[in-house]
């Protein structure tokens, strides 16, 4: 019988825990609607539970009416979007629940307090995700420098080259690759003659750093990325689940990929493939922090059936 590894830290962060816990509790003591800006969490199915529960989603802040109870999603907001919903008389301690993850308000005191302090700060994130533009709001706004990935550091030397900043700081996403950052200050490093990027710790108590950056990656996001390194080292096959829109689930994918094992990204169980056990002994299942555990048993149940059917034709054979 093939041998079936669930990661130690998969599926749902507390930060994510928290926020449908706020949707749910908002909604269930609403005789109304509920407004949610975006996506609360980047997961398709747990939205559509959401749906289901009388939440309703928008895209655009004009979609959500006058004085509407409002939740705000995990992955923090621009101060637009306060500014925004309390001209709809829609505030904190009124009709406003904010359910953006603590851990993602600390990278915006992070970003605030360097750049209070002078540095001119880089944000290591996705340009399109909401974090990034939610913490892009507390820095230079729309021109913020945000570069996407390790193999773009040129753009970022060629960004403080051509620009006379006294000092600089790199933050992070809080769901990046932990060695994708690692490796982008490495870069940055390697061409740099005298001063080099240093770390700069989370208490930002050394301020008097030239070049500096700063941990921001959440620790729930660490530790799902680190438990890819323990499954690829035995696993024949890793199964990744996780919203297409989410980010860490995305981080996880491509490092297991990395590491050289066949690997799926997948939504849902019906996505399973049973070619791809053919031959597999080991096989790893890990999920993003916004993946709801029904889904990880769903896909691990899926797989048993899958695996435990094929051993029945061999034996019939
Ligand atoms: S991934 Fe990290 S920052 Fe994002 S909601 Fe979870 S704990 Fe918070």
Redo the contacts with the bound molecule.
């Keep these: 019988m093939p041998d079936i590894k669930v990661a130690k830290h998969a599926g749902f962060?507390?930060?994510?825990k928290k926020?449908i816990e706020v949707a749910e509790d908002v909604a269930k003591n609403n005789d109304g609607k509920t407004y949610v800006h975006g996506q609360l969490?980047h997961n398709e199915k747990v939205i559509q539970d959401l749906e289901s529960k009388g939440i309703v989603f928008v895209e655009n802040i004009n979609e959500i009416p006058q004085n509407a109870i409002t939740v705000l999603r995990?992955?923090g907001e621009p101060g637009t979007t306060y500014q925004l919903l309390k001209e709809k008389s829609i505030t904190k301690g009124n009709n406003l629940n904010d359910a953006t993850?603590?851990?993602?308000t600390l990278v915006h005191n992070v970003a605030i307090k360097l750049k209070n302090n002078g540095y001119e700060v880089i944000l290591f994130g996705k340009k399109n995700h909401p974090?990034a533009i939610g913490t892009s709001y507390h820095l230079k706004g729309k021109n913020t420098f945000i570069v996407e990935h390790e193999d773009d550091y040129e753009q970022v030397l060629e960004y403080i080259s051509s620009n006379v900043f006294d000092k600089v700081a790199i933050i992070s996403q809080?769901?990046m690759s932990v060695n994708g950052y690692k490796k982008l200050i490495e870069n940055i490093n390697s061409r740099l003659d005298k001063e080099k990027f240093e770390l700069i710790p989370l208490s930002l108590k050394e301020l008097d750093k030239k070049y500096g950056y700063v941990d921001t990656i959440?620790?729930?996001?660490k530790q799902r990325q680190s438990d890819i390194d323990e499954l690829a080292m035995d696993r024949d096959i890793i199964i990744v689940i996780g919203g297409l829109n989410s980010s860490?689930s995305k981080e996880l994918y491509a490092k297991a990929k990395e590491f050289g094992v066949e690997s799926y990204f997948i939504q849902s169980a019906e996505q399973l493939n049973p070619e791809w056990f053919d031959g597999k002994e080991k096989i790893g299942v890990t999920a993003g922090?916004s993946t709801p555990d029904y889904l990880i048993d769903e896909v691990s149940h899926r797989i048993k059936e899958i695996t435990s059917g094929k051993q029945e034709d061999e034996i019939k054979i």
């Design positions: 962060c507390f930060g994510v926020a969490v995990a992955h993850c603590p851990l993602v974090e809080t769901t959440c620790n729930p996001t860490n922090a």
